[in-house]
Every structure is written in structure tokens, then in C-alpha cells.
């Protein structure tokens, strides 16, 4: 199925045919962290919602982060997991759109759900005395609508752009309908579709970014201006689980987007996918919930009334 993208029915993806042999051993690992994956950022939004010492815009953020964990992941391995069983597999050419839309979608708006979980804290540290009113519940929700129209905005373009441009290709070498496997099979010169992809990147990654590295720069100076110790220790610990998500996503997804075409390479591009799509999303449930006392005692309590229950 060659030629022009009116003229393909469907992609094939071709997913870890370099290493079959592998394939029953990656399929329980994936299968696996896919569950936990499910099971733990669950365990946390019913946390939240369960518990009412918990309803401050910082877990309401945090639930939302869940949400979207759980979605972004749900987009990917279902692909990896069929890929796995059956190997080479087919995907037509709407599906493989709605696929990058609704990756592109929820990824997204998890860069801009971070850079406005940097904001709450900096509000939150910074100007304590003026937190409740500038943080309030109508703000909240302003700044996750934002978030879903970022997303929205960014992946309806891309992929309306990417996907009217001509194909002379369909094996796309990768698990999913990722965007730099996709411009491999893109007639002629690519150039201009490199650098749409870019320009995305930096609006999708380097802005919220740099408003979360302002964010942490105004907060780190006020922590260091603490006359005490426990202050100070008390103020970095309401944010240092943030932070250690921002460097997770943010280190992953930039080494593969904001790197020169010529670094690139199937089997990197493959690793770095699982990274920020697979483990990502099960690391930041056990972040925040190993390193907040909040969240540990209301986990701890839930834990008890289960038991009760079934004693």
C-alpha cells in the first residue's frame, strides 16, 4: 500500500519485531505495570475524593493528574499488548489519526497540568496569606480547562496537518502512531513538517516548562529567606514530589522531541515512548504517596476502615 495518503487503507505497525523472541516475557511485564498502573493512580483519586482534609486545590490537581496518567497510558498499551501477541499488526487510517489526536491530547495537557501545579505551589509558598483567594475553586477549574484546551488545540492541529500530507510509506516502525515514525513515511522533503513539529514541541513543552523553572526559582528563594529550618524543610516537602515528576516527564519527552532529526533511531525512540508513557504514569502515584504525609495517613486510614469492615 504505497503512495499518496488517499490512497492508504491502513498502516502497519511494527511494533518490537526486532526482538519476537522477547515478546511473552514483555507482554506480563507491560500487562502488569499496566494494571498497577491502573490500580494506583485509582487508589489515589478515591483517596482524595474520600478524604476531606484533602480538598485543597493541590489534590484536586493531583487527582486530575491521575486521570490523565490512567488515559495517556490507556492510548498506548493497549497497541503494545496486541502488537506482542500477534506481532506486525494493521491500523487504519482513522484509528492511527485518532491515535496520535488522543496522544498528543492527553500529553499535552499534562505538561500544562504540571506548569499549573508549579503555579499553586509558588502561589502556595510565596504568598501563603493570599493563597486561599487567588487559588480558589473557580480559578482551579480555569486552569484545568486550559489545560484540556491546550491539549485539544495542539493535537487537533498536528494531526490535521500531518495527516493531509502525502504518505509513500506505511510500515511505521514504532508500537503506536507516534509523530516521528509517521514523518519517515512522508513524501519528498520533510523539512517543513520537522519544523512544525518543533514548533509544537516548544509551545507544548519549553513554555510550560520555563513557567515551572520560574515557578521553582521564586520558590527556592523564598525557602532560603525561612529564618528556621523546619520552615524551610516543611516548605520544600509540599513541593519536592512535583518537582520529581516534572524531571521525569519533562527529561523524557524533551530527549525526544527537541532532538535533531539525525540522533534519531527506532530503537531509542521505542525506549524513550515506554518511558515517558508507561513508567511515568506509575511512578507519580508512588511519588506522591510516599513522599506526602497527607496522602499516607489518609491511605493509612482508608486501610483501617477496610479493615473494620471486614472484621
Given at each position: 500500500?504505497?503512495?499518496?495518503?488517499?490512497?492508504?487503507?491502513?498502516?502497519?505497525?511494527?511494533?518490537?519485531?526486532?526482538i519476537?523472541?522477547?515478546?511473552?516475557?514483555?507482554?506480563?511485564?507491560?500487562?502488569?505495570?499496566y494494571?498497577?498502573?491502573?490500580?494506583a493512580?485509582?487508589?489515589i483519586?478515591?483517596?482524595?475524593?474520600?478524604?476531606?482534609?484533602?480538598?485543597?486545590?493541590?489534590?484536586?490537581f493531583l487527582?486530575?493528574?491521575s486521570?490523565?496518567?490512567?488515559?495517556?497510558?490507556?492510548v498506548i498499551?493497549?497497541?503494545?499488548?496486541?502488537?506482542?501477541?500477534?506481532?506486525?499488526?494493521g491500523?487504519?487510517?482513522?484509528?492511527?489519526?485518532?491515535?496520535?489526536?488522543?496522544?498528543?491530547?492527553?500529553?499535552?495537557?499534562e505538561?500544562?497540568l504540571?506548569?499549573?501545579?508549579?503555579?499553586?505551589?509558588?502561589?502556595?509558598?510565596?504568598?501563603?496569606?493570599?493563597?486561599?483567594?487567588?487559588?480558589?475553586s473557580?480559578?482551579?477549574k480555569?486552569?484545568?480547562?486550559?489545560?484540556?484546551?491546550c491539549?485539544?488545540?495542539?493535537?487537533?492541529?498536528?494531526?490535521i496537518i500531518?495527516?493531509?500530507?502525502?504518505?509513500c510509506?506505511?510500515?511505521?516502525?514504532?508500537?503506536?502512531?507516534?509523530?516521528?515514525?509517521?514523518?519517515?513515511?512522508?513524501?519528498?522533503?520533510t523539512?517543513?513538517?520537522?519544523?512544525?513539529?518543533?514548533v509544537v514541541?516548544?509551545?507544548?513543552i519549553?513554555?510550560?516548562?520555563?513557567?515551572?523553572?520560574?515557578?521553582?526559582?521564586?520558590i527556592?528563594?523564598?525557602?532560603?529567606?525561612?529564618s528556621?529550618?523546619?520552615s524551610q524543610?516543611?516548605?520544600?516537602?509540599?513541593?519536592?514530589?512535583?518537582?520529581?515528576?516534572?524531571?521525569?516527564?519533562?527529561?523524557t519527552?524533551?530527549?525526544?522531541?527537541?532532538?535533531p532529526?539525525?540522533?534519531?533511531?527506532?530503537?531509542?525512540?521505542?525506549f524513550?515512548?515506554?518511558?515517558?508513557?508507561?513508567?511515568?504514569?506509575?511512578?507519580?502515584?508512588?511519588?506522591?504517596?510516599?513522599?506526602n504525609?497527607?496522602?499516607?495517613?489518609?491511605l493509612?486510614?482508608?486501610?483501617?476502615?477496610?479493615?473494620?469492615?471486614?472484621?
Amino acid at each position: 500500500i504505497l503512495g499518496n495518503l488517499s490512497e492508504v487503507s491502513e498502516f502497519r505497525l511494527l511494533g518490537f519485531s526486532e526482538i519476537s523472541h522477547l515478546h511473552p516475557l514483555l507482554f506480563a511485564v507491560l500487562l502488569s505495570l499496566y494494571i498497577l498502573t491502573l490500580m494506583a493512580n485509582t487508589v489515589i483519586a478515591l483517596i482524595i475524593n474520600g478524604d476531606n482534609t484533602l480538598h485543597s486545590p493541590m489534590y484536586f490537581f493531583l487527582t486530575q493528574l491521575s486521570c490523565l496518567d490512567m488515559c495517556y497510558l490507556s492510548v498506548i498499551i493497549p497497541n503494545i499488548l496486541e502488537n506482542l501477541m500477534v506481532g506486525t499488526i494493521g491500523i487504519s487510517k482513522a484509528r492511527c489519526a485518532m491515535q496520535m489526536f488522543f496522544f498528543l491530547f492527553f500529553g499535552v495537557a499534562e505538561c500544562f497540568l504540571l506548569a499549573a501545579m508549579s503555579v499553586d505551589r509558588y502561589v502556595a509558598i510565596c504568598c501563603p496569606l493570599h493563597y486561599t483567594l487567588v487559588m480558589n475553586s473557580r480559578v482551579c477549574k480555569s486552569l484545568v480547562a486550559g489545560t484540556y484546551a491546550c491539549g485539544t488545540t495542539v493535537g487537533l492541529g498536528h494531526t490535521i496537518i500531518t495527516f493531509r500530507l502525502p504518505f509513500c510509506g506505511f510500515a511505521i516502525n514504532h508500537f503506536f502512531c507516534e509523530i516521528q515514525p509517521l514523518l519517515d513515511l512522508l513524501c519528498g522533503n520533510t523539512f517543513p513538517s520537522e519544523i512544525q513539529v518543533i514548533v509544537v514541541a516548544v509551545f507544548a513543552i519549553l513554555c510550560p516548562f520555563l513557567l515551572i523553572i520560574y515557578s521553582y526559582s521564586r520558590i527556592i528563594s523564598t525557602i532560603l529567606q525561612m529564618s528556621s529550618a523546619e520552615s524551610q524543610q516543611k516548605a520544600f516537602s509540599t513541593c519536592s514530589s512535583h518537582l520529581l515528576v516534572v524531571i521525569l516527564f519533562y527529561g523524557t519527552a524533551s530527549s525526544m522531541y527537541l532532538r535533531p532529526k539525525y540522533t534519531y533511531s527506532a530503537s531509542v525512540d521505542k525506549f524513550l515512548s515506554l518511558s515517558y508513557s508507561v513508567v511515568t504514569p506509575l511512578l507519580n502515584p508512588i511519588i506522591y504517596s510516599l513522599r506526602n504525609e497527607e496522602v499516607k495517613r489518609a491511605l493509612k486510614k482508608k486501610l483501617r476502615n477496610i479493615i473494620l469492615l471486614w472484621k
